[in-house]
């Protein structure tokens, strides 16, 4: 009876710890992000292209391009949530406001740590199963996909910005880039079509085995799967583009539709290929990148620089802040 009572007392013991662990990373996760949302707040505000009397007139005078932009929002995260809620179907069949929701969480700890990776913690630890390993193998399936988005369309934009400004096509130099970016993008195809091949090769090295289950899922996605998880990043990247887009023309940056999506792509590209520290690392590397490159075509780079923070408020902080919502309420259940 005395050892039945000490168990007892040890299991309560550790579910009180437990839960005390719980609440500090939720009270953790919300100082960060505050912080990070207060931060980038302060360091918009010190570019005079970047104020509420700028956008003020921005929507006065170009308020559908702003009201576009601002739309496509929901539609943004939501073409995510959809893409999410088909590559969970595999371990867990969830709705799409379930979707929807893990998607927020992952955005908000994604948004205090480093590379996003809370991103993958946050979507896990929506689930209800108790095996959740599958998750992660399935996550960062979707962020190679989108990643392939990236690139692929990038590699169009480094072309045309590369043959345009620097070198042109017809010469050794010219030759020898075009057929680069072809393989890069050959290559990467053929990667994401055969992660059976590749699982099936790790699982022979011993030291790797142990790790392999977590991304063992990737796996088992066929090629039409495999397909349609592309189309719907590629959907997902054309949003985020027209949304740039839309705010670049309010911000006064008018271009011809070419030099838009090309110094877009390019914008995106650069951002991706460097890993950002955290969220305020995350804003200077897409800066300079659209900066950089609509500086090339001639274009005032203050207003590109509106335009670029304007972007990431819409689609990243004001997301993350939403985000809180769900995580102070979220229950942490045991993962086998």
Not at 64 to 69: G, P, Q, Y
Not at 74 to 100: H, R
Not at 130 to 145: F, K, S, V
Not at 229 to 243: C, D, E, K, T
């Amino acid at each position: 009876m005395n050892h039945e009572a000490q168990n007892y007392k040890q299991s309560a013991k550790l579910l009180v710890s437990r839960k005390l662990l719980v609440l500090l990373g939720k009270l953790i996760v919300l100082s960060l992000t505050l912080y990070y949302l207060r931060q980038a707040i302060l360091e918009a505000s010190t570019h005079s292209v970047f104020s509420f009397q700028t956008l003020s007139n921005i929507w006065d005078t170009n308020s559908v391009a702003l009201f576009i932009a601002a739309a496509l929002l929901p539609v943004n995260w939501g073409v995510e949530a959809s893409k999410w809620q088909y590559l969970s179907q595999k371990f867990e069949k969830i709705s799409f406001l379930e979707a929807y929701r893990a998607v927020l969480v992952g955005l908000t700890l994604g948004f205090v740590t480093p590379n996003r990776m809370g991103d993958y913690a946050g979507r896990i630890l929506t689930l209800h199963r108790e095996d959740r390993a599958d998750a992660i193998g399935a996550i960062l399936l979707g962020r190679l996909c989108q990643l392939f988005s990236t690139v692929l369309v990038g590699s169009g934009a480094i072309a045309y910005f590369l043959f345009k400004y620097y070198v042109p096509l017809a010469s050794p130099v010219g030759i020898s880039v075009g057929v680069g970016l072809l393989l890069l993008n050959g290559w990467a195809l053929a990667l994401l079509f055969s992660f059976q091949w590749a699982i099936a090769l790790l699982e022979k090295a011993k030291f790797l085995r142990r790790w392999v289950h977590y991304f063992s899922v990737i796996g088992t996605y066929s090629t039409a799967e495999l397909m349609k998880v592309l189309l719907i990043s590629g959907a997902r990247y054309a949003v985020f583009m027209v949304q740039f887009i839309a705010l670049l023309w309010a911000f006064g940056v008018h271009l011809s539709v070419e030099e838009y999506v090309w110094g877009v792509a390019a914008t995106f590209l650069l951002k991706s290929a460097v890993p950002s520290i955290n969220a305020l690392a995350d804003i200077g590397m897409r800066e300079l990148s659209a900066m950089h490159f609509f500086g090339i075509m001639g274009q005032d780079t203050l207003l590109v620089l509106g335009a670029s923070l304007t972007l990431w408020i819409m689609n990243i902080a004001v997301p993350s802040a939403l985000g809180l919502l769900f995580v102070l309420p979220l229950k942490l259940r045991p993962s086998r």
